[in-house]
């Protein structure tokens, strides 16, 4: 027979903690969080108390010994000593005598269930999409933070079969946070699916899903840059809400950099004041890039008395701070203190760049040689630091070394040799040269040539032949002295499938043929495969294939791993391979309004249509909006099998011992090959 209990209102400051009678030990936790919702919703559930008597005569009184809602009462008196609640402020609560007091706090304790984090994130979900309420009131509500209930949105949109392993303990928090960091499921599945279990920390599985993009707190120019501003130029920005720094990730380089160089533009305009010949500016230089270059001859003055007296301080301060940080780091006695660590780093880090900057300023160039010189802006940056800029003065081309020779004979210097490489900085020869801008941008190049990966993965993957020959390819290249400086090749060896760049590069991939003829192979492997998982490892069920099905198993797999995504048109190791098996893009791509068309300036469209069809069925394009000529573009370009240059196959003549040009093999014509014809690419590579 249930027991109808006695409710009454109490005053918050008369409750106390229960001397003996409440069962759930420990320390209680959470008290902050708890009183945020308290004072959001109210108490929602009364506790329940025994009422008791203290002191004597006048000064006797009752309290109320909370059996069941410790941490509620703890809430509560923190919520009257911020202010939050009045002194006498009065709450319901549920009247037990002492007897009942051990089994009702175990009855309470026993019988709730504490929510899966998983369901909190799904109904903070179902609140905003489903009730249309905004994060900012969802949390003002449960009394939370507004980044609280968008992380928890976050997180409950990644894949439900991954949240099901989360609930299920496979999966831990810190997993599923690095998982959120993309909203693509099938992104979400390949990433975990495909990595060890070794591979699974949360570190590899960020990695894995940001791996083509770039970090606002490690790439430099991204961090240089930020997301604030590469948004307002028109950018998109994934933020990681997760990250205490307020990690972003930036895919678009072409558009980064472009901005990057337009905010080092002025520091470059300094540097050109100081007299050289040319000053370049460029977002990214690559480590080995100024190796090209002849340095102009510099002297180094003697530094002035005040020059002289910062100098020696910094360098004793230099060597105090190395004494000091190594008796920290030595004392085993007590334990680091981290923050007198960081401090006495921190200014090691600006004793070292200010001491840089001094003897910096005590080089010199002579002003004739400079003129014959010149200097790169670029930015750098060490891992966990700021971004900085950096300059690359003294720099000298071949084509330029002669003159600065003259002026170095006149100044009485000694000539700097011929000892650069020929062609120099490329970057710097290019704007010599007045090359022409790229034809396409780099998202479409990426695009386009994400496709043309496809395409050469579903041929190839049809071919067991030159699957195995690109595979040997790529290892005998590893060992052979023949080829061992020539490891031009776009298989990924080390065993990464290149899905996620290809789907990253090219949106309207998927549906694609390419893309639809691979997932079928896919599937029909992946079931033959897990109907002999139970009879042992991958490796026993591998062997017992025969050999011919191995190989059709092995150009599957070698195709997957093709990565030819390319953001610059530039001849490559995907070219041969085109040339080998003999693509023809036409048969794997069309021109569309969404996937090309309306990416490319109308300019771009009458060229398209003029090459495919006539100048008469292109000229009045020029005369239609935008929108009205991509789509007209669109129904004049419908089999015509045009191309854009990127995807056009170029014609290489396969060279003999001689100089003599030969036949292609046999097998491949200017049609190319279809996946549906994997045997001729087999005999074409055998005949080459």
Not at 173 to 189: G, I, K, N, P, S
Not at 243 to 263: P, T, Y
Not at 654 to 665: K, N, S, T, Y
Request: glycine content about 6%.
């Amino acid at each position: 027979m249930t027991k109808t209990r006695e409710k009454r209102m109490i005053k918050v400051r008369d409750m106390v903690p229960s001397p003996e009678r409440n069962v759930r030990g420990g320390e209680r936790t959470g008290i902050e969080e708890l009183a945020e919702l308290i004072y959001a919703q109210d108490l929602l559930h009364p506790p329940t108390v025994v009422p008791a008597k203290v002191g004597k005569g006048k000064k006797a009184r009752t309290v109320y010994e909370t059996d069941a809602g410790e941490r509620r009462r703890l809430a509560m008196f923190l919520l009257i000593d911020q202010g939050r609640w009045p002194e006498d402020k009065e709450i319901e609560a549920n009247i037990a005598e002492p007897e009942e007091g051990v089994e009702l706090s175990l009855g309470e304790n026993v019988g709730s269930q504490p929510m899966h984090p998983v369901d909190a994130y799904i109904a903070f979900r179902k609140l905003i999409e489903t009730e249309g309420k905004s994060p900012a009131d969802v949390a003002e509500h449960f009394g939370v933070k507004e980044v609280t209930v968008l992380r928890r949105m976050k997180l409950a949109n990644v894949a439900p079969e991954l949240l099901d392993l989360y609930r299920q303990g496979d999966i831990d928090t810190e997993q599923v946070m690095a998982l959120a960091v993309t909203d693509d499921h099938e992104a979400q599945r390949r990433v975990w699916e495909h990595a060890s279990p070794w591979e699974r920390d949360a570190t590899n599985l960020r990695a894995a899903l940001t791996h083509a993009e770039f970090s606002t707190l490690l790439d430099p120019v991204a961090a240089w840059v930020g997301a604030e501003a590469f948004e307002a130029a028109g950018g998109s920005v994934r933020r990681d809400l997760f990250s205490d720094e307020g990690e972003a990730f930036i895919a678009d380089r072409e558009l980064l950099d472009r901005i990057a160089a337009d905010m080092l533009q002025p520091f470059a305009e300094q540097v050109k004041a100081e007299g050289w010949g040319w000053v370049e500016v460029r977002a990214r230089v690559a480590p080995n890039a100024l190796l090209g270059f002849n340095r102009c001859p510099n002297e180094r003055r003697e530094p002035t008395d005040h020059e002289a007296t910062q100098i020696t301080a910094l360098e004793q301060r230099l060597e105090q701070l190395d004494g000091e940080l190594q008796a920290l780091y030595d004392d085993e006695s007590e334990e680091l203190d981290e923050d007198k660590v960081g401090a006495l780093e921190a200014e090691n880090e600006r004793c070292v760049a200010d001491l840089e900057a001094l003897q910096a300023s005590l080089l010199r160039w002579n002003e004739d040689m400079i003129a014959h010189a010149g200097a790169v802006v670029t930015l750098g940056k060490e891992r966990g630091k700021e971004p900085v800029i950096v300059v690359h003065r003294g720099l000298v081309v071949p084509e330029d070394r002669e003159a600065l020779n003259e002026a170095a004979v006149a100044a009485g210097v000694e000539p700097i040799p011929a000892t650069a490489r020929l062609g120099g900085h490329p970057a710097v020869q290019q704007a010599k040269a007045s090359a022409p801008k790229p034809e396409y941008a780099e998202s479409l190049m990426r695009k386009l040539t994400a496709h043309r990966t496809a395409a050469l993965q579903a041929v190839i993957a049809g071919s067991p032949q030159v699957a195995t020959a690109l595979l040997v390819e790529r290892l005998v290249s590893e060992w052979c002295d023949e080829y061992l400086y020539n490891r031009s090749s776009c298989l990924k060896v080390t065993a990464t499938d290149a899905e996620h760049a290809l789907t990253l590069a090219a949106d309207d991939l998927a549906g694609s043929k390419a893309w639809t003829e691979l997932q079928a192979r896919k599937e029909q492997w992946t079931q033959r495969l897990a109907a002999t998982k139970a009879d042992g490892t991958l490796l026993q069920a591998l062997l017992a294939l025969p050999l011919l099905d191995l190989h059709e198993l092995l150009a599957l797999s070698v195709a997957l791993m093709i990565d030819a995504v390319q953001a610059r048109a530039a001849q490559g190791p995907a070219d041969t391979i085109a040339q080998v098996i003999g693509l023809d893009m036409a048969d794997w791509w069309a021109p569309t309004a969404g996937g090309f068309l309306a990416q490319v300036p109308k300019a771009k469209l009458v060229e398209a249509v003029t090459e495919a069809v006539s100048e008469d069925a292109a000229k009045p394009l020029g005369a239609l909006k935008k929108v009205q000529a991509v789509v007209e573009a669109e129904r004049l370009l419908a089999g015509t099998r045009w191309l854009p240059a990127p995807l056009r196959a170029p014609r290489f003549d396969l060279q003999a011992q001689g100089d003599d040009e030969v036949d292609p093999p046999e097998g491949v014509g200017e049609a190319g090959l279809t996946a549906d014809e994997p045997a001729a690419a087999d005999e074409a590579l055998a005949a080459a």
